[in-house]
């Protein structure tokens, strides 16, 4: 049974525009939510977190929202450079993990 | 500082034998976590320790067993190796306190079996 879902295997954006990650769970009771970027090779790196007391954390070109009654969060990029091409993982709390998502931005 | 490391870096078994994961954490942080990422998929969480206890056990069978060491290191065994046992393994400390959500991974041990 999957708690974090990432339903987009893959995503693939122009350089300079937005890029949009979503994730959704099902376990209302979690409160604390992170993104992981992946680059092969390398072990996932923290990104950016949000409690569940906040709809939305910013951290420079990255933004999370969370949306508590549709379960949903999502991460936007902006302006994509590809140097952010990785797989993006959720995260619910500490030890739960989506399937990632795999991001592709074109120069 | 030096980050997370693990070791070996990639390592091939056969079918029924046994293989140790080696994990050695941030200077100062208590807390490893175990997980195995297979192909297309995100980490599933095997195991956790702080302060030499385990602290909770994710969905996998006996054959996987793990332990952490007076200097916070830690070992992941896997007993009666599996195919499906063919994954990476990441390691990941943290700090341990109750606040402390992130994470720091080290790059994983990618293990074949055969």
């Known amino acids: 049974d999957q708690q974090v879902k990432q339903n987009s295997p893959s995503l693939s954006v122009q350089e300079g525009r937005i890029s949009i990650l979503n994730c959704d769970y099902t376990n209302s009771m979690f409160d604390y939510f992170l993104w992981y970027k992946k680059y092969p090779a390398e072990g996932p790196t923290f990104l950016i977190s949000i409690s569940s007391i906040k709809d939305k954390n910013e951290d420079g070109r990255f933004t999370v929202f969370l949306n508590k009654s549709a379960k949903h969060l999502s991460l936007h990029i902006v302006p994509s450079q590809p140097g952010d091409s990785a797989v993006y993982f959720c995260a619910a709390g500490k030890l739960i993990f989506g399937q990632g998502t795999t991001l592709q931005v074109k120069p | 500082d030096a980050g997370v490391t693990q070791s070996p870096t990639h390592l091939i078994k056969t079918r029924g034998q046994q293989v140790t994961l080696r994990c050695s954490p941030i200077?100062?942080?208590?807390?490893v976590s175990w997980y195995q990422q297979v192909l297309g998929q995100g980490p599933q969480f095997i195991f956790q320790?702080?302060?030499?206890?385990?602290?909770g056990r994710g969905n996998f069978p006996d054959r996987f067993s793990a332990r952490q060491f007076p200097n916070y290191s830690s070992e992941l065994n896997v007993n009666a190796l599996l195919l499906g046992d063919s994954a990476l393994y990441l390691c990941?400390?943290?700090?341990?306190?109750?606040?402390?959500?992130?994470?720091?991974f080290g790059p994983g041990t990618r293990l074949t079996v055969t």
């Open positions: 990941a400390s943290s700090l341990g306190t109750s606040n402390s959500y992130e994470q720091y």
């Open positions: 200077s100062g942080h208590k807390s």
């Open positions: 320790y702080y302060e030499k206890e385990e602290r």
